[in-house]
């Protein structure tokens, strides 16, 4: 049912290669939400590296805004961003948050662990060393910490970036699978990650990945779930339809 929700595709929409960033308006009709939510969504899958290309991340993205449109968030959508449209993406997200409010960023594409930190690769990004990861890539404490300033009461980080790393054989210390595990996150902060840390999650064999399918399907399955619960139903899912291979992971300092 979800996916005849989705409609229109994002070339009907205007969207270029090259990280064009535009608001999203679904297909159907939202809920009327209890506070401001507000929610960046990217899909970097058609990298300029033709070895790091993923075919799922873009279907991923739409079908995460479609769905966190229907619970009421004000959605900006990113498609195939290079660096420069993911940093001004993060800013301008960052100023349309509100204190009290709650703020979402929805990643799917490739992802590294570097210096015990992760970071989110944009399409253009040249990576041929260690020392270039912070250079070409979105440190994802840096979108944390524009969460926290913000004064949001909840702050929703979900990650569909743990696939293999191509970069690997490039970036010594940017080579280890998965990406790690943060650390003390702020208070009121939720992180949903593919899989656990340090492992990789593989892309699935329909229209998504597994774990954003299941993730979609639970959002919307029970109205008023709170998003733990939603995350817990998701990774026995997940864990369910990969034989056991993939086992989704939350970090959470949620406060109610």
Same mark, same amino acid.
């Given at each position: 049912?979800?996916?005849?929700?989705?409609?229109?595709?994002?070339?009907?929409?205007?969207?270029?290669?090259?990280?064009?960033?535009?608001?999203?308006?679904?297909?159907?009709?939202?809920?009327?939400?209890?506070?401001?939510?507000? !929610?960046?969504?990217?899909?970097?899958? =058609?990298? +300029?590296?033709? /070895?790091?290309?993923?075919?799922?991340?873009? $279907?991923?993205? #739409?079908?995460?805004?479609?769905?966190?449109?229907?619970?009421?968030?004000?959605?900006?959508?990113?498609?195939?961003?290079?660096?420069?449209?993911?940093?001004?993406?993060?800013?301008?997200?960052?100023?349309?948050?509100?204190?009290?409010?709650?703020?979402?960023?929805?990643?799917?594409?490739?992802?590294?662990?570097?210096?015990?930190?992760?970071?989110?690769?944009?399409?253009? !990004?040249?990576?041929?060393?260690?020392? =270039?990861? +912070?250079?070409? /890539?979105?440190?994802?404490?840096?979108?944390? $910490?524009?969460? #926290?300033?913000?004064?949001?009461?909840?702050?929703?980080?979900?990650?569909?970036?743990?696939?293999?790393?191509?970069?690997?054989?490039?970036?010594?210390?940017?080579?280890?699978?998965?990406?790690?595990?943060?650390?003390?996150?702020?208070?009121?902060?939720?992180?949903?990650?593919?899989?656990?840390?340090?492992?990789?999650?593989?892309?699935?064999?329909?229209?998504?990945?597994?774990?954003?399918?299941?993730?979609?399907?639970?959002?919307?399955?029970?109205?008023?779930?709170?998003?733990?619960?939603?995350?817990?139903?998701?990774?026995?899912?997940?864990?369910?339809?990969?034989?056991?291979?993939?086992?989704?992971?939350?970090?959470?300092?949620?406060?109610?």
């Amino acid at each position: 049912m979800l996916k005849l929700l989705i409609g229109t595709s994002l070339a009907a929409k205007g969207m270029e290669r090259g990280g064009a960033c535009q608001p999203y308006e679904g297909t159907s009709t939202p809920i009327q939400a209890p506070e401001r939510r507000v !929610a960046l969504v990217i899909g970097n899958g =058609d990298y +300029d590296d033709p /070895t790091a290309t993923l075919t799922d991340p873009a $279907r991923d993205a #739409e079908l995460m805004a479609e769905t966190l449109w229907q619970l009421g968030f004000d959605i900006t959508l990113c498609r195939d961003a290079d660096k420069s449209a993911m940093e001004q993406a993060v800013r301008d997200f960052g100023s349309k948050l509100t204190p009290d409010g709650v703020a979402l960023l929805y990643y799917s594409g490739h992802g590294v662990q570097h210096d015990g930190q992760n970071w989110l690769v944009p399409v253009d !990004a040249t990576l041929e060393r260690s020392s =270039d990861v +912070d250079l070409e /890539t979105i440190a994802v404490d840096s979108v944390l $910490r524009r969460m #926290e300033g913000s004064g949001s009461t909840s702050n929703v980080l979900l990650l569909d970036a743990c696939r293999n790393n191509p970069f690997g054989s490039r970036t010594k210390s940017a080579g280890s699978s998965g990406l790690a595990q943060i650390a003390g996150p702020p208070a009121g902060t939720i992180l949903g990650f593919a899989t656990a840390p340090g492992d990789v999650a593989y892309e699935g064999e329909g229209d998504y990945s597994v774990w954003t399918a299941s993730l979609a399907t639970e959002l919307l399955a029970i109205p008023g779930r709170d998003l733990e619960g939603v995350l817990q139903a998701t990774r026995a899912t997940v864990y369910g339809q990969t034989d056991n291979q993939q086992l989704p992971w939350t970090n959470t300092s949620m406060l109610g």
